[in-house]
């Protein structure tokens, strides 16, 4: 009886599922904007374009979204990122792949395991993981300038047939599908089981919508923030793989903004600010968004500088949809 | 008797407990001084002095701006921007041989402009002030590097370098004599004042300030334009030692001004502290600064060990607030 009512298309029904899925509805009116602006908008090798520009960002998102979820927050992802990559080349220079991603995957869960400590033994919320994050980050900066002298590290050219690191980020599979935006894929798919499907998920969402009951629960509230900026670290290293061998070269510099970028695809994908619900479904949907934005604005010839004025008013409305929402 | 032996007077027990729990700032910056003077002497010259004055200078205008921030309970790490921004139109507008009067006044006005659009969705519309402060962060850079053209606007104008000439018994400069006279001002103002009073009570408890018919939201947001207008001023006396601006010259500021005002004593946690206390957390923080420089501590390495003292404040500071909580 209540299922049939709440199922009848009502415009009370309507305005509601317009609500709840503003992150949706923009994506599709993106796509329609790109198809207007530009006619190569459709191709294949377009969309896998976008696909490849949004991995990276795209990786940093999950891990912005995996601190959310617990009603954290890193601001250091992105120059957790810049001293992974710094350190997989270096290393892949030396010793070869397998230990360049050994380091990265080590030294990202590091940084995310003391973020995560940190935050465990100040209690603490989205801020203050904001305000230890933006300390462990500009450490993180500091140490990528340290290891690579303030200039760029760059790859020694390989012949290509030889380089099974470059496929990682530059590689396609059947049908030019890329590599890195495979890797992406299969890693948010991992991630969502983990936190829709198993117990250690539906604890993670309980202690980042409500950490005192959670806790009246018999939850240890604090292993399982340790552990989900752990895994935020994780996933920096995964994106500073790809970035590896996507631009062959990173620099102390590379990550700057990535974390805005993280936190702008993480929300206006529909993730909550404040823990609790979201997954890794908004992440692909607010990575795509982002990415057609960025696309959109290259593709009308708008300055970097500019953009950043256009991305920071986008994440001002997706906070505010984020509010209209709980209302 | 024992109420005799109450009114005896300071002993020396009383001036040494006093020492640690009211003063240990004040004390640890003389120790510093004296403790750095002995061991290094070309520390304690009066061109060093010089050096750590004007930098304190520089930080600590801003500081008192992110005091008044922290006192009301909120947060902006947006206000390094703010200085790139304030600087590189008061540069432009030197450059496009205004009074200097008039450009003092625009950039202040541009300042105070952007703590009203930051403070406007945090006090009125409730959003958590990170993200928004966050992403006006990235927008005012954004508009910095548009308007130079991410061109740094260079210019030397007489009155700029008579405030540099002017020093007081050859180690003190003009602009730490302006900071000096800021703090005891903005100390007045919030000790003295029904407004300031207010401050305090609108950061101690939001909820209680409310129920007493205070219009929290207001304090809230003159917070954040006070917090504008002391950025833009930051912003300009940088100016009248380098006379040369662009969009990232206030990036650094954050890590450096943050903790000065931590250490100083003023809670995260609001409603606690005040400006004395940050002009000692700032002197304290900027011989620290200067210290390492004698220490043959690489310089990629340097904003490490400030992140580093950054981290430690914050994770102490919320430490021993939240240390009996559970979770």
């Known amino acids: ?327 | 008797m024992t109420n005799m032996k109450k009114n005896v007077g300071p002993t020396l027990h009383t001036i040494g407990k006093k020492a640690v729990t009211d003063y240990r700032i004040p004390v640890l910056a003389v120790l510093l001084f004296v403790v750095m003077a002995l061991l290094k002497p070309n520390f304690a010259t009066s061109y060093n002095i010089y050096t750590i004055t004007d930098s304190a200078a520089k930080s600590g205008i801003a500081a008192i701006g992110f005091t008044f921030i922290l006192l009301v309970g909120q947060l902006d790490i947006s206000f390094g921007s703010v200085i790139s921004l304030s600087a590189c139109v008061f540069m432009m507008m030197l450059k496009a041989e205004m009074s200097f009067a008039l450009a003092v006044v625009v950039a202040l006005v541009v300042g105070m402009a952007c703590g009203t659009l930051t403070g406007f969705f945090v006090a009125n519309f409730r959003l958590s002030p990170f993200i928004v402060s966050m992403t006006m962060q990235l927008v005012y850079k954004g508009i910095a590097l548009t308007i130079t053209k991410s061109t740094p606007v260079a210019m030397t104008h007489p009155v700029l370098k008579a405030i540099n000439s002017v020093k007081l018994l050859d180690m003190i400069p003009l602009t730490f004599l302006f900071f000096l006279v800021l703090v005891f001002a903005a100390e007045f103002f919030l000790r003295r004042t029904q407004f300031g009073r207010n401050i305090f009570l609108v950061g101690g408890n939001i909820s209680v300030s409310d129920n007493l018919g205070i219009k929290s939201s207001r304090y809230v947001w003159s917070a954040y334009i006070i917090q504008g207008f002391f950025a833009a001023l930051a912003g300009i006396a940088m100016m009248t030692r380098t006379s040369s601006a662009n969009g990232n010259i206030g990036a650094g500021s954050l890590l450096d001004v943050i903790p000065m005002v931590i250490v100083g004593g003023t809670s995260m946690a609001g409603g606690k502290g005040g400006c004395i206390k940050t002009l000692w957390g700032v002197l304290l923080l900027s011989m620290v600064y200067n210290s390492m420089t004698f220490f043959s501590i690489p310089a990629p390495l340097q904003p490490f060990v400030k992140g580093l003292i950054l981290l430690v404040v914050i994770v102490s500071d919320k430490y021993m607030e939240r240390r009996h909580e559970k979770v």
């Open chain 1, 1 to 327: 009886m209540n299922s049939t009512i709440r199922n009848r298309l009502t415009p009370k029904n309507v305005g509601d599922w317009i609500k709840n899925n503003t992150n949706i509805l923009l994506m599709f009116v993106l796509i329609i904007v790109g198809a207007i602006v530009s006619e190569n908008f459709f191709k294949a090798s377009n969309l896998f374009n976008v696909l490849r520009q949004i991995t990276v960002n795209g990786m940093l998102a999950v891990a912005c979204t995996m601190t959310l979820l617990v009603n954290g927050f890193d601001l250091s992802i992105g120059h957790n990122m810049a001293l992974c990559a710094v350190l997989c080349i270096g290393f892949e220079k030396s010793y070869g792949g397998v230990a360049a991603i050994i380091v990265a995957l080590a030294a990202g869960a590091t940084m995310g395991l003391v973020n995560g400590l940190l935050v465990k033994l100040t209690r603490g919320e989205s801020s203050e993981g904001f305000m230890i994050t933006l300390a462990s980050g500009m450490m993180a900066q500091a140490l990528a300038k340290w290891y690579c002298g303030g200039s760029e590290i760059i790859r020694p050219q390989i012949p290509e047939s030889q380089d099974w690191f470059r496929v990682l980020g530059q590689g396609n599979t059947i049908g030019g599908f890329p590599v890195c935006a495979l890797i992406w894929i299969a890693v948010m798919v991992i991630l969502q089981i983990i936190v829709k499907k198993t117990t250690f998920g539906r604890k993670m969402l309980l202690s980042g919508a409500n950490k005192k009951s959670a806790y009246l629960a018999g939850i240890n509230v604090g292993a399982i923030k340790v552990i989900a900026y752990t895994v935020a670290g994780l996933c920096c290293g995964i994106a500073a793989i790809i970035y590896a061998a996507r631009f062959n070269s990173a620099n102390d510099g590379s990550g700057t903004g990535g974390d805005f970028n993280g936190a702008v695809i993480s929300i206006i994908g529909g993730n909550a600010l404040y823990g609790g619900h979201g997954g890794m479904v908004q992440v692909f949907i607010g990575a795509v968004t982002f990415g057609l934005i960025t696309n959109i604005l290259q593709l009308m010839g708008i300055s970097s500088a500019v953009q950043f004025i256009v991305q920071g008013a986008i994440l001002l409305l997706a906070i505010n949809l984020d509010r209209l929402k709980k209302r």
